[in-house]
């Protein structure tokens, strides 16, 4: 993911001084926009939901993505998806094809905006601390992801489900059904998967230790 934070504007009114990452990774925290009693604000959460019950904040390996088909069912989204939902922007995303000679990076874009991934959140509280102490709550996420062959020269099997922008209103609010919801995002995600450009990207993203705008350059 190729996280920036100029597009932020349009969704939170509010200063915002993150810095551009052009090579985030599960686990790493990263900046998602949400509705928290009344309040539209942006938060730094980890990407990876860890479980309520999780005896410490993180471990084991990260839940990154959450299916469509099942992120109003499933145990840990089922909560999250009713009422904690956010807006995860990025300028970009990575996917990867696996070839003879090792993983192939591309770099997926709507070149006519920025990205904006919908993802469910979830918090969970440090059993060690005080039941008064207020930094006891951590926050984490996982992307919501779909089938990826709507897309034209898809790159892998899964993406993630992403927004239009007339829709942000709404998936921020609590005016809508969780039928309502899944709804709105198959038909947005659906546009936005038709307008996505992909690129083939140097191997240096494969590490997570190279993060620079390099990384983001078509192959020459």
Not at 103 to 112: A, T
Request: proline content about 9%; glycine content about 6%; overall charge negative.
């Amino acid at each position: 993911m190729n996280q920036g934070t100029a597009h932020l504007l349009d969704l939170f009114d509010g200063p915002d001084d993150t810095p551009t990452s052009f090579n985030v990774a599960p686990t790493s925290d990263v900046r998602v926009v949400r509705e928290h009693h009344g309040e539209r604000t942006l938060v730094p959460v980890r990407w990876g939901m860890v479980a309520p019950r999780a005896p410490k904040f993180g471990g084991g390996k990260p839940v990154i993505n959450a299916r469509i088909e099942s992120v109003a069912s499933n145990g840990l989204f089922k909560g999250p998806f009713t009422s904690h939902r956010c807006i995860v922007p990025a300028n970009g995303y990575y996917e990867w094809q696996q070839r003879e000679d090792g993983k192939q990076p591309y770099y997926i874009v709507d070149p006519q905006r920025p990205i904006a991934m919908a993802g469910v959140i979830r918090a969970w509280s440090d059993p060690t601390s005080d039941s008064d102490d207020p930094d006891r709550w951590r926050l984490s996420m996982a992307i919501i992801t779909r089938d990826a062959h709507v897309a034209p020269g898809e790159v892998h099997d899964r993406m993630p489900a992403c927004l239009t922008p007339d829709v942000y209103d709404q998936w921020l609010g609590d005016g809508l059904s969780n039928d309502e919801l899944l709804q709105l995002l198959d038909f947005s995600s659906l546009e936005v998967a038709s307008q996505l450009t992909n690129h083939e990207v140097s191997r240096q993203v494969n590490s997570v230790k190279n993060d620079d705008p390099q990384l983001i350059q078509p192959l020459a």
